[in-house]
Every structure is written in structure tokens, then in C-alpha cells.
Nanobody
Framework: QVQLVESGGGLVQAGGSLRLSCAAS????????MDWYRQAPGKQREFVAQITRFAGTNYADSVKGRFTISRDNTKNTVYLQMNSLKPEDTAVYYC???????????????WGQGTQVTVSS
């Protein structure tokens, strides 16, 4: 079994900051890319940020310069530091990771359960 568990969501005023965490656990052999996505009410899930196994990063244009993704490979954890938050950042934030299990050769995508971020104006 592999699980991704997010934490750190909450309610914040516009201009404030939050730090999301996502920890992967279980019978993990290795983790490739780790990503954050978000889904606002009535909208499709959208890409936010990605970090590769060797710390290469990519960001959606809407969050560049405000959000920073990082990871700790010793803890199988990915973080999303969100600064200068705007009301339009309000969404459920989901963690995603491509993981190879100890008992498998293939790499599979896994998703967390999501954490709510609400930014008030």
C-alpha cells in the first residue's frame, strides 16, 4: 500500500501565506515527479507546480513568483510554500506523485485526498 497525505490547508486573508505538505508512505521503492494540482468549485483540476526527482521545477503561470515547490527525499515529502495569496487561489489542493512500489516494477500515479485552501478578500 502507498498513501499520500496532505496537510497545511486552511483559511487565510489575501496577501497571506500557507505551506502545504504531502507525505508519501508505504512500501515505496522510489518516487519520481511530485506535483501539486488544485480544483476550485465548478472548475476542472489544474496543474500548479511540479518538482522532479532531481529538484527541477515547473510552475503554472498563475502562481509563478508566488509559490515555491520543494521536496525532502529522505522524508518522501513534497512542500508547497504559497505567498501573496489571492482569493482566486481558493481551491482544494491535491498532491500527486509517480511512485514505484517495492513489490512492483512499474511506476504508478498516486493522489492524496486533498486539502482545502480558502483565501478571503
Amino acid at each position: 500500500q502507498v498513501q499520500l497525505v496532505e496537510s497545511g490547508g486552511g483559511l487565510v486573508q489575501a496577501g497571506g501565506s500557507l505551506r502545504l505538505s504531502c507525505a508519501a508512505s508505504g512500501n515505496i521503492f522510489g518516487i519520481n515527479d511530485m506535483d501539486w494540482y488544485r480544483q476550485a468549485p465548478g472548475k476542472q483540476r489544474e496543474f500548479v507546480a511540479q518538482i522532479t526527482r532531481f529538484a527541477g521545477t515547473n510552475y503554472a503561470d498563475s502562481v509563478k513568483g508566488r509559490f515555491t515547490i520543494s521536496r525532502d527525499n529522505t522524508k518522501n515529502t513534497v512542500y508547497l510554500q504559497m505567498n501573496s495569496l489571492k482569493p482566486e487561489d481558493t481551491a482544494v489542493y491535491y498532491c500527486h506523485a509517480d511512485i514505484r512500489r517495492l513489490d512492483e516494477y512499474s511506476i504508478r500515479p498516486y493522489w492524496g485526498q486533498g486539502t482545502q485552501v480558502t483565501v478571503s478578500s
